[in-house]
């Protein structure tokens, strides 16, 4: 069974910085794309990055963080940096690996990230 599980989510002022990682586990093949998106209250899920398996990465735009992952490990870090309360949300690590033709996709549990004087 895969699983995902989010960490390093937490209390920050604003102008701070938080660094989130997810490890994947229950999966031996590769996986193609990690990312993480993030969702407010009353506002839907968004992406905020993604990292492939040969580290070519994709930022929404005015992101000010950093993807990075480690394909031998399986995990996937997001460095935050210089926060906002508009950061504020629940971000969730996610997982695809493309296989035969199918697309197989994977959620973490969210990890909760305040912005707060």
């Known amino acids: 069974q895969v699983q995902l599980v989010e960490s390093g989510g937490g209390l920050v002022q604003p102008g701070g910085s938080l660094r989130l990682s997810c490890a994947a586990s229950?999966?031996?093949?590769?996986?193609?794309?990690m990312a993480w998106y993030r969702q407010s209250p009353g506002k839907e899920r968004e992406l905020v990055a993604t990292i492939n398996g040969f580290g070519s990465t994709y930022y929404a735009d005015s992101v000010r963080f950093t993807i990075s992952r480690d394909n031998a490990k399986n995990t996937v870090d997001l460095q935050m940096n210089s926060l906002k309360p508009e950061d504020t949300a629940v971000y969730y690590c996610?997982?695809?690996?493309?296989?035969?033709?199918?697309?197989?996709?994977?959620w973490g549990q969210g990890t909760q990230v305040t912005v707060s004087s």
């Open positions: 996610n997982a695809i690996r493309l296989w035969g033709g199918t697309k197989y996709e994977y």
């Open positions: 229950g999966i031996s093949d590769r996986i193609n794309i």
